[in-house]
């Protein structure tokens, strides 16, 4: 199994990308957002990836974090999504808007993803549901930096180029942060004595409503999670 590559950008086309990774080229298959993170030609990139592996089919498809990858491997659990439905879905949603999603139960947001119908939206919001917590509980781990071997950390998994860093970084960087930040919200409703599914959904939501930090994120959890009347 292929679980990561490092190496540096040969071309990128519309769904894919060649990675030069010491003179062997890998075509790797991506969603729309990391295609989009990723450097320029003749510069270095790091991938989470998977391996489908079929009787006449080898490909690879990359994920510029575990967050993502993580993603990826459920939404294939679910009958009637493929690689190409999956790589749609987090097209669109991106992995942190996917957790949301499905924490919510809001299938009109999957369908949103081109190719997918509405009955195979809340397949996948019904199916991955009951998952989604345990996913957003190990968000803050599986969001983290790769390191190259110089200790140059490369921000949800992408190095970029040394000398002017491209304007998603910063992007990627609130993506990382509010993974990590409905992880730690999430796991302090929970010490608080919330069921699981109760907290993600109310996380969800507040992150939903626009909390940014932490601590923004656990008041407008709690609000929701108030008895109401």
């Known amino acids: 199994m292929i679980g990561m590559l490092s190496g540096v950008v040969a071309y990128r086309s519309s769904d ?27 510069e270095a990139a790091v991938l989470y990836t998977d391996l489908l592996v079929r009787e006449d089919l080898l490909q690879l498809f990359g994920f510029a974090t575990l967050l993502e990858k993580e993603w990826h491997r459920l939404l294939m659990s679910v009958q009637g999504i493929g690689a190409k439905a999956s790589l749609s879905i987090l097209s ?10 499905i924490a919510l139960g809001d299938w009109a ?5 081109q190719g997918v119908g509405p009955k195979i939206a809340q397949r996948v919001v019904n199916e991955l549901k009951e998952k989604a917590p345990q996913v957003m509980a ?8 790769v390191q190259e071997p110089d200790g140059a950390a490369a921000a949800t998994g992408i190095e970029p180029a040394a ?20 992880a730690s919200a999430l ?13 993600a959904s109310a996380v969800a939501q507040a992150c939903a409503d626009g909390a940014s ?12 999670l108030a008895p109401k009347g």
């Open 16 to 42: 894919h990308v060649m990675l030069d990774v010491r003179g062997v080229g890998y075509v790797v298959y991506c969603s729309d957002r990391t295609l989009a993170a990723l450097p320029g030609p003749g």
């Open 138 to 145: 190990m968000g803050a781990t599986l969001s983290a930096v």
């Open 92 to 101: 669109a949603l991106g992995a942190d808007g996917v957790s949301r999603a």
């Open 187 to 199: 796991s302090a409703l929970v010490n608080l004595g919330y069921g699981q599914g109760e907290a």
């Open 213 to 224: 930090t932490e601590a923004d994120v656990i008041r407008g959890a709690l609000r929701l």
């Open 163 to 182: 000398a002017a860093p491209p304007p998603f970084q910063a992007g990627a960087g609130r993506a990382v942060d509010s993974a990590a930040h409905q």
């Open 109 to 113: 947001a999957v369908k949103a993803a």
